[in-house]
């Protein structure tokens, strides 16, 4: 995953070098579906926790006017945890995040639908624990970096709006918790519908060159 992530920004800059400019803003909103891996230290062991479930929204923007190739960067709130069943109960772990999102959407543009992948790193600052699992005896770190690989749908609209449905996978690349005794995992799904009003004349704007007599 850090090497995707390196590779992701790299192609951002050096789309950024030749263009920048908005393409259009949107919003989305979901579901998520997280689990967690307990790493205990003492004595060494995996422990994997059961799925929960919550509620994702983002605002965003969408720069670019590649036919192939653009630039997204969001505002998501996310929830994440899970549910660590023990012999004497189930015990609820949620967090409450707000995270900077940056993707690298590839896209191929056909008929009437546009599918498109995106892939990229996340930056998440934990706003509200709640967690009440026996082993959890400290705060999450404020601020870690996850990573997403995704795919979505647009559909294809003569208007400025256009609609999509995406769905994203959403693991860690360093631990939401550390402590001597236990460091923490999250692993989200995301399943999530949007929509975004695309600018006119953008693209020829872009493509179209410019005389001067």
């Known amino acids: 995953m850090k090497k995707i ?14 263009a920048q400019f908005l393409n259009s803003i949107g919003i989305t ?3 998520s579906a997280g689990n ?27 720069c670019f006017s590649h036919d192939y190739a653009r630039w997204v960067t969001e505002i998501q709130y996310d929830q994440k945890g899970s549910i ?3 012999p004497d109960g189930n015990y609820p772990n949620k967090l409450q995040n707000i995270c900077w999102n940056n993707y690298l ?11 498109y992948v995106l892939v990229g790193p996340k930056l998440e600052y934990n706003l509200i624990q709640s967690t009440s699992s026996p ?3 400290g705060k999450f770190l404020p601020l870690h ?7 979505g749908v647009e559909l294809v ?5 256009k609609f999509f449905v995406e769905a994203f996978y959403n693991p860690d690349v360093m631990p939401a918790y550390k402590t001597s005794a236990l460091k923490i995992n999250n692993k989200n799904f995301e399943l999530r519908i949007g929509l975004k009003y695309e600018f006119a004349g953008r693209k020829e704007s872009c493509n179209t060159p410019t005389y001067t007599e």
Do not use: C
Request: aromatic share 16%; glycine share 6%.
């Open 105 to 115: 959407k590839l896209r191929y543009e056909m008929y009437s639908i546009i599918p």
């Open 5 to 18: 992530i390196l590779i992701t920004f790299i192609v951002l800059i050096a789309l950024q070098s030749k």
């Open 36 to 62: 967690q891996k307990f790493y205990f230290n003492d004595p060494t062991s995996i422990s994997r926790k059961k799925y929960g479930f919550g509620f994702n929204a983002s605002v965003f923007l969408e």
């Open 157 to 161: 609209s003569y208007t400025n709006f």
């Open 29 to 31: 909103a979901g579901v």
């Open 135 to 137: 082993a959890v005896t």
């Open 84 to 86: 660590d069943k023990q």
């Open 145 to 151: 970096v996850s990573a997403a690989v995704g795919g």
